[in-house]
């Protein structure tokens, strides 16, 4: 089949108008399907990642926008002391905008010694030393700082809070490169406000052998009394109740997905059939020349697959090179979904777009190898 | 045994409610190295002949035997195998493929066969000047007159070097210039390349050049009288 590929090719290119409007078609297809499995994976990571499992967030109870969750800095002596917990982290967050946004911009402010201990980030501009020493300053995700065109040493506002940006880093979670954190003191007096002493959640990271849920209804239970009740999930479930009206809406557009790949399909195996039937007499020619039946079959298969894979690393390559670059990502309530493009999705935008192209060319395939050679060569299109 | 042995074949296909019987109960042989014309009114059946015979279509009843091999029993796969051999197969309308050059046309058929690159290119150039056309490799088949395309379609049909060569009105479309130098280059063909050849056309000039000149009516063969000017034809031309 390999000494076929020119004629393939030739065939093609004899087509050019046909074949650029149909991978260009399959290539926005997976531009589409990209940017909704790259959405998909970001909650997926958010809400089912290990550290989403194995790690508490102690939240005020019946609050949801993190404006509103106060909870006394105290607990965490109780919680430090508890046996099946390992590392108490007290946050304090604030965001511009509690609604669902693409831009929104999420603080966290957490003791510094904390975020050094229990964030997986590494500065890719500045230094630590200059996080530790200024009051005001700010570590600012890699994709904040691209979306807002920050750099080191400039002051940035937002919502009332300015800080000066000491560094900017690269996370391994792909969502906190959308946060900026803060020294926790500096967040509780942001804003001309005075809340030191309180903060807006408690993470909490278990021990090896803890059972999350019991540990939560534990906590739940001992602060029931206080002057703050709690309502205490793992992460993942925290992040998926703060974000379920998204979630929705995000496990929705997984239709969106198939629909794009619904598209792939009809717009090659469109394409296959008609460039079947304008070529019957050649694969009359083709068989008479003794080209087996089969192999006819895989001409037709082979170009419709090559259609589909070239619109699809197409597609795909945009789609990720602008996520990358763009760093774009939704949160709402000061959670953030990181839009990510991970290896996994251009090895699934692949395979999909390959089977497609295979799928698309299985009818005109049977219909090319089929015809009667006498009937093909007859044929006048 | 004769190259080409067809017993008995009856061909029937239907037409609506009407039953065609283009052939029927037909015998015929051919010699190795013979050049046979093959005559008759249109829509008599010599296309159909001719077809069944190239192993591009099935009898209904009977046999064909074609350098030892009974094509009529063969699957379409083996039937495939089996022309990519021993067929050669020349068009009346060309029928080259419009985004291939004329070298690649020439070449389709070995790509088929087990061959180096280097063995099909030679094979291809020889084909091309066999048919005067070397200088015309790189064109496409637009950029060639009619008869500029029937050569190329002669060099499909020689290059693998099959066992039979099978013409199915070669000269159809061609003008009379045109005309007599694809019916020399057929008969350089035969003489020259030793195939045999099977031509079917309603000509009765071009029938000429062949040795043998059979003409079917009404369904059934019959051996035509060789006409004088035909000897004398085949010399000129010669």
Same mark, same amino acid.
């Given at each position: ?89 007290? @946050? ?28 997986? @980030? ?48 690269? !996370? ?6 959308? /946060?900026?954190?803060?020294? /926790? ?67 929705? @557009? ?8 619904? /598209? ?5 195996? !469109? ?22 039946? /089969? ?25 990720? !090179? ?37 799928? %698309?060319?299985? !009818? ?9 050679? @006498?009937? %093909? ?5 | ?117 280097? %063995? ?9 000047? %066999? ?108």
């Amino acid at each position: 089949m390999i000494t076929f590929i020119p004629y393939i090719l030739k065939g093609l290119w004899g087509h050019r108008a046909r074949t650029m409007l149909t991978v260009s078609g399959t290539a926005v297809a997976l531009f589409v399907f990209c940017f909704v499995t790259a959405v998909q994976q970001g909650l997926y990571q958010l809400t089912e990642s290990e550290d989403a499992q194995r790690t508490l967030v102690v939240f005020q109870e019946n609050r949801f926008c993190p404006q509103s969750s106060k909870l006394p800095e105290d607990y965490a002596r109780w919680l430090s002391n508890h046996k099946d917990v390992a590392d108490v982290v007290p @946050i304090k967050v604030f965001t511009n905008n509690c609604r669902a946004s693409l831009d929104s911009i999420v603080f966290q402010g957490l003791p510094a010694d904390k975020l050094k201990g229990t964030r997986d @980030i590494s500065l890719v501009a500045g230094d630590w030393n200059g996080f530790e020493q200024r009051e005001d300053a700010a570590l600012v995700g890699r994709d904040v700082a691209a979306r807002r065109g920050v750099i080191v040493g400039e002051k940035f506002s937002i919502g009332g809070v300015t800080v000066t940006i000491a560094g900017i880093f690269h !996370a391994t979670v792909p969502a906190e490169n959308n /946060l900026i954190y803060t020294h /926790l003191d500096f967040l509780q007096r942001a804003r001309g406000k005075n809340d030191v002493g309180t903060v807006t959640q408690l993470e909490l990271r278990l021990a090896e052998h803890a059972d999350a849920e019991v540990v939560a209804a534990e906590i739940d239970k001992h602060f029931r009394g206080g002057p703050v009740a709690t309502a205490t999930r793992t992460k993942g479930m925290f992040q998926t109740d703060t974000l379920s009206d998204l979630a929705e809406l995000i496990g929705c @557009i997984h239709w969106l997905g198939y629909a794009c790949i619904g /598209l792939v399909l009809a717009l090659v195996a !469109a394409t296959t059939v008609m460039s079947v039937h304008d070529r019957t007499k050649e694969h009359g020619v083709l068989q008479t020349v003794g080209l087996r039946p /089969l192999r006819v079959f895989q001409l037709v298969i082979l170009e419709s697959t090559l259609l589909s894979t070239v619109g699809g690393m197409l597609g795909i390559g945009v789609g990720v !090179a602008y996520l990358a670059l763009s760093g774009l990502s939704v949160a709402a309530e000061g959670v953030t979904i990181a839009f990510q493009p991970t290896l996994e999705l251009i090895v699934v935008g692949m395979v999909v777009s390959t089977a497609v192209g295979l799928l %698309a060319g299985i !009818a005109p395939g049977l219909q090319a190898a089929r015809t009667p050679i @006498i009937d %093909a060569l007859r044929h006048t299109g | 045994m004769s190259l080409v042995e067809v017993v008995c074949v009856t061909k029937q296909y239907a037409s609506g409610e009407e039953t065609i019987i283009p052939l029927n109960e037909v015998d015929l042989r051919i010699e190795k190295g013979e050049f046979v014309s093959l005559m008759g009114s249109s829509g008599c059946g010599k296309s159909t002949l001719l077809n069944l015979i190239a192993g591009i279509d099935r009898v209904t009843s009977g046999q064909i035997v074609v350098a030892g091999t009974n094509i009529t029993g063969l699957s379409r796969g083996k039937l495939a195998d089996w022309r990519a051999a021993n067929i050669g197969y020349v068009f009346q309308t060309h029928n080259l493929i419009p985004v291939l050059t004329a070298y690649e046309n020439v070449e389709l058929p070995l790509l088929l066969l087990k061959m180096s690159a280097a %063995a099909r290119r030679k094979r291809v150039e020889i084909a091309l000047e %066999a048919v005067g056309l070397t200088d015309r490799a790189r064109h496409y088949p637009r950029q060639l007159s009619g008869g500029q395309e029937q050569r190329v379609g002669v060099a499909r049909a020689i290059v693998a070097g099959p066992t039979l060569v099978v013409a199915d009105e070669p000269t159809g479309n061609l003008d009379d210039d045109t005309t007599q130098q694809i019916l020399d280059l057929l008969r350089r063909v035969n003489d020259e390349l030793g195939i045999t050849l099977l031509m079917v056309t309603h000509d009765a000039q071009a029938a000429g050049i062949a040795q043998r000149r059979i003409r079917l009516e009404h369904g059934t063969l019959v051996e035509a009288a060789q006409p004088e000017h035909s000897q004398a034809h085949r010399q000129k031309i010669a």
